[in-house]
Structures are given as structure tokens and as C-alpha cells.
């Protein structure tokens, strides 16, 4: 019997301890730079075709349509462009094609065609949009 219960205690001791750690790993914290979109100067569709690949980017218009899971057609004044947004860009905005947003994102040069990895799509207010 004395020598169980400190084995016993060893034992719980170590499953505790598994557990908290195994715990851990679940919450797993993002964060980054996030730059203010009023900072970044706005470009337009036509503009970001002949940008080079990895270019920053915010451009103001509407998402037009969907084509595939999240790729979607991303229209301004002088063209339209193939944007990709993955769930966390759309920050919990619900989106239609009459609403005029902004999005911030990086230009994807594939082949000869240009399009722009959404990080954020920003409901544009009215007396802002063009």
C-alpha cells in the first residue's frame, strides 16, 4: 500500500499534466500587422493587372459574383478581376453585389493573369465610396 498510493500520485500527477499540455495546443493564438486601409492609397482593377506579383493592394468596388468555393468576381469602374477570400478576410460581413466594399489583399500573378488574395474585406461607408 505505500508504494501505491505514491505511484498512484505520480500517475495522476503525469496525466494532468499531458492533459494541460495537450490542452494547449488547441488554442493557438493568431495576430499580425494589420495596416490601416484609409493609409493605403486606392487602385483600381485595370491598374492591378500590369502590377507585379506580391503587390499590396486595396481596391474599392463590388463583389459581383461567386464562381468557385471562395474565388470570386471583384468589379470597379474599369474592369473586373478574380479575387480569392478565404472565410477570416470577410471579418464576419455579410456581402452583396450592390455593396460597395473595400479589400486589401496581394496580386497573384498565375500565367499571364493577375488576380488578388484577399486578407480583408471592409464594408465601405457610403460618403467614402467612389
Known sequence: ??????????????????????????????????????????????????????????????????????????NDNTGEIMVEIDGYAWNGNSVSPTDVVTIIGEVDSEGNVNMVEVDEVMMTPPQMAK
Open 1 to 74: 500500500m505505500k508504494k501505491t498510493l505514491p505511484i498512484l500520485a505520480f500517475a495522476l500527477a503525469l496525466g494532468l499534466s499531458a492533459q494541460s499540455f495537450a490542452g494547449d495546443n488547441h488554442k493557438k493564438m493568431m495576430g499580425g500587422f494589420k495596416q490601416d486601409a484609409s493609409q493605403m492609397p486606392v487602385s483600381t482593377v485595370q491598374a492591378v493587372q500590369s502590377m507585379p506579383d506580391e503587390s499590396m493592394v486595396a481596391l474599392q468596388g463590388n463583389i459581383s459574383k461567386r464562381v468557385k468555393k471562395n474565388k470570386y468576381l471583384f
